[in-house]
């Protein structure tokens, strides 16, 4: 009786995560391919077709540099993905670990930057 009740409340509680995680708006690995280097901050919104949920400004090596951040939904989980532009034009986007192996030096402290805020914390 216990051990059912237990399986129905962490069922009731994982439907209740994948729901909630389903309400904040999301962009999908399909829209990335309307993207290209070079693009302006409204175009990349307008197809995207959802505004970041969050913008940062980092600077790194005497560069300035506008971060998005977006949930991607991957089909299985949703993570941070970011979109990375400098004077106003798109130079990279992606995973967090995806900007940190790029060859950009500046761009990669950028995102390190911002790295604490990008990702969730975890509980201890």
Not at 36 to 59: F, T, W
Request: one cysteine or more.
């Amino acid at each position: 009786m216990i051990r059912t009740s237990l399986r129905t409340r962490l069922g009731a509680l994982a439907v209740a995560l994948l729901l909630s995680a389903c309400a904040v708006p999301q962009i999908y690995h399909e829209q990335l391919q309307q993207l290209d280097k070079g693009m302006d901050q409204a175009e990349v919104a307008a197809r995207l077709r959802i505004a970041p949920n969050a913008v940062y400004h980092p600077q790194a090596d005497g560069r300035q540099f506008a971060i998005y951040r977006y949930l991607m939904n991957n089909g299985v989980q949703v993570n941070p993905y970011l979109v990375a532009f400098e004077n106003g034009k798109l130079v990279y986007w992606g995973y967090l670990d995806e900007f940190r192996r790029q060859p950009d030096a500046a761009l990669s402290k950028a995102a390190g930057a911002v790295s604490e805020a990008v990702l969730p914390v975890a509980p201890r």
